[in-house]
């Protein structure tokens, strides 16, 4: 089996014929990810491509952040979808002298052990990227008053700066 979920989360690659494309569509639990901020299952779509040595993952994942607003500390939900598209190459000494030959502007190009991708790695790295270091509640969040503590997103206080300048 190319993909087994239950057992190691890995993609065994060696075993694909080569030329073969093959399509995998899975759900993985929240539970499965133990990560803090993801508020909902992860719907994930593969496309898995064998050229010779060289292995094309393409991937998309669907699902929820619970994140807490940098500016005015209310807690939301963002809806996320995440592609990724990476290229793996056979790890060998020559390959990183070989880099330049390789430049493929659209795939991120990573090395790998002729046999087995650490899907999960991918996955994971995929969801933890999305996770925004500065969250905002809405773009324009007008965030909590220094003074009195105030939402400004909900209501106004005196200590607002008067100036409507912007
Ligand atoms: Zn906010
Ligand atoms: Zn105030």
Same mark, same amino acid.
């Given at each position: 089996?190319? &993909? ?8 065994? @690659?060696?075993? &694909? ?8 569509? /899975? ?5 499965? *990810?133990?990560?803090?901020? &993801?508020?909902?299952?992860?719907? @994930? ?11 094309? @993952? ?25 592609? /990724? #598209?990476?290229?793996?190459? @056979?790890?060998?000494? !020559? ?14 190009? $990573? ?6 991708? #650490?899907? *999960? ?7 933890? $990227?999305?996770? %925004? ?12 008053? %220094?003074?009195?503590?105030?939402? *400004?997103? &909900? ?6 700066? !008067?100036?409507?300048?912007?």
């Amino acid at each position: 089996m190319v &993909l087994d979920l239950k057992r190691d989360k890995k993609l065994h @690659v060696g075993q &694909l014929k080569d030329g073969s494309v093959e399509r995998f569509s /899975f759900v993985i639990s929240q539970e499965a *990810w133990n990560l803090k901020l &993801l508020a909902s299952n992860v719907t @994930v779509s593969l496309m898995i491509v064998k050229r010779g040595t060289r292995i094309r @993952v393409k991937g998309k994942l669907k699902f929820k952040l619970q994140l807490e607003c940098y500016r005015c500390g209310e807690p939301f939900t963002t809806d996320n979808e995440e592609s /990724f #598209d990476l290229l793996f190459f @056979v790890e060998h000494p !020559s390959f990183y002298g070989r880099s330049k030959e390789l430049t493929m502007e659209d795939f991120r190009v $990573l090395p790998y052990n002729g046999d087995e991708i #650490d899907l *999960w790695q991918v996955l994971r790295e995929t969801i933890i $990227l999305a996770i %925004p270091t500065k969250p905002l509640c809405k773009p324009d969040c007008k965030g909590l008053c %220094p003074i009195c503590g105030v939402n *400004w997103n &909900l209501t106004t206080c005196e200590h607002q700066p !008067s100036s409507t300048s912007e």
